[in-house]
């Protein structure tokens, strides 16, 4: 195993974070896995069972758990903290967590002013929640995990459905990790001709996954996490790659294909017919009205009385 990071930070030691730590540990990619997380006995027990899956696995990396502002010493922060609140939307489902997330993300980016690394966000809404983070940090390194995932999915639906190898299959689903989605139909190739895309059956599989994965194990994780570990290795420079990130574009933070070359990223977004490009505007214009949501969220005030 190559080791390329001294240490990798997670935020969170839930049902994403565990997912993201056991891919971290299996694929070796740093020497320290740092976890920080509201409740520190469940972040304990992570580190433990971590530390275990390594002295089993033969894995080098070894799990501690930290403060926040001790994560500043890693070159890449993984943000999968999520507030409690029960979801009840049947509707636009990750955007259920806006006013729970945003005072406890807010925080968390206060602590990451200047902040050189990489910082990567998973918690949903997360195109709304990059942005926050990006803007309250002033962190020129915020990227978001969504379309990436999305993008996986709709290779392996379209994959199963014209009965090709995933690996045949070149297309990218950008814009909000959400209902305003927009799948590249038209740029989608199959081992390298332009094919036709059954769009409503992408679609639908698309917008049922994720559901259906967390009626069955509570929670969607190995998906995210493995989407993570593809998007560290980019960001930390071990490859040369692109990957669907959330980043800004044009007044907001959404999915788009990032070229990744010594970790350093280029938006590359394919041709878009006329339906993808009104699509892509939709999913701009409901990123933007909602921020405005976002920046009316107060902050808690801090224990002295002083806002943060
Ligand atoms: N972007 C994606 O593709 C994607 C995929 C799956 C999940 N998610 C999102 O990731 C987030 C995490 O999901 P989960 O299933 O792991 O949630 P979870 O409830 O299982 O775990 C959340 C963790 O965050 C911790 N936490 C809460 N507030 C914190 C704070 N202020 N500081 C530090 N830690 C804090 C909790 O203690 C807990 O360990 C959610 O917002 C979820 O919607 C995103």
Redesign the pocket.
Known sequence: MTTVAPAVGV???????QAVGAALVCAGLCDRLLI????TD?AAALADDLNDMRAAAGSRVRAHVVS?PELRSCPAVVV?????FTNTRDRDI?MG?LHA?TP?LR??AEEFRSYPGTLLV???P?DLMTRLIAETSGCARVF???SS?DTARYRLTLARLLDVPVAAVRGHVIGE?GEAAVVCASSTTVNGAPVHVPLGRVRAELAERPGRISAGIG???Y??AG?LVSALRLALGVEDGVTELSAPYEGVCLGIPLQFTGGRPLPCVPPLNEAEARQLEAARSKLRAAYQAVRGIPSPPLPSGRKS
């Open positions: 935020i969170g030691a839930g049902a994403v974070g920080a997380s509201r409740s469940q926040v999968a903290a999520r507030a409690r990750r967590g997330n406890a925080a968390l998973v918690t949903n997360v978001g995990l969504g995932l990790h929670r969607t994780r998906g995210p989407a």
